[in-house]
């Protein structure tokens, strides 16, 4: 199907989910993932109207970056290895996937610019999920007032890949109450005002509890 058919379906399931929660489509976010599609489809995706892509890996970054330069706006959602940062810090607006300190001290380092860090918090604690444990999250924000060139914009979690619609629902919440937990610091350089969670599969339940972007790749471009 093309792009602008998905994107209106995916609206409409939005629209629905802030009916339900009395929130406003205009607060969501649509990111599509398009690290499984050419550069064609990306490009697709940007004329549907979509204003944000992003990406898990440096090359596929990279590759698209090349061609499309800033005409989206760049969110890098994957693992990051700090040997990769210099190659994709130029290139990106958001970084979600910020989960230890040595990664935050290279980003850091290597931009020139501030860059919004989500810090990933493994929310369900499955061994195979990258994150901060929920009771990490806020000393690890406290370390973050030393980086001049980081601000903590929000929170992301990879929820599990179930049909449990109640456990997802658990994690989305959870997620949330960190945020809230957060925002009562007040603290400047981290506002943690975005929640980047809920994919193909679960972002109508995560907007439901709270989140602010959501990351699509499958509903929304396909697998080609």
Not at 64 to 85: A, C, D, M
Not at 99 to 126: F, P, Y
Not at 139 to 161: C, H, R, W
Request: charged residues 30%; hydrophobic residues 40%; glycine residues 4%.
């Amino acid at each position: 199907m093309k792009v602008a058919d998905n994107l209106k379906t995916i609206k409409e399931t939005i629209a629905k989910a802030c009916e339900q929660s009395n929130r406003r489509p205009e607060e969501i976010k649509i990111i599509a993932v398009t690290k499984y599609v050419s550069i064609e489809r990306a490009k697709e995706a940007l004329d549907s109207g979509i204003v944000d892509l992003g990406e898990n890996r440096e090359e596929g970054l990279t590759a698209k970056w090349e061609v499309l330069q800033n005409k989206p706006t760049w969110h890098f959602i994957g693992s990051l290895q700090s040997r990769k940062v210099k190659n994709i810090i130029d290139r990106v607006d958001y970084i979600h996937s910020l989960d230890r300190l040595s990664l935050a001290q290279e980003i850091n380092k290597r931009a020139k610019r501030i860059i919004k860090c989500l810090v990933q918090v493994n929310v369900s604690g499955e061994e195979s999920k990258h994150g901060l444990a929920p009771e990490e999250v806020r000393s690890f924000i406290d370390e973050m007032k030393q980086f001049s060139n980081i601000e903590v914009a929000g929170l992301m979690t990879m929820a599990p890949y179930t049909n449990d619609r109640e456990f997802l629902r658990e994690c989305f919440k959870r997620l949330k109450n960190i945020q809230l937990d957060i925002q009562r610091l007040e603290l400047d350089y981290a506002p943690c005002t975005e929640l980047s969670m809920g994919m193909s599969n679960d972002y109508a339940i995560a907007i439901e509890e709270g989140a602010t972007m959501v990351r699509i790749g499958t509903a929304l471009v396909g697998e080609e």
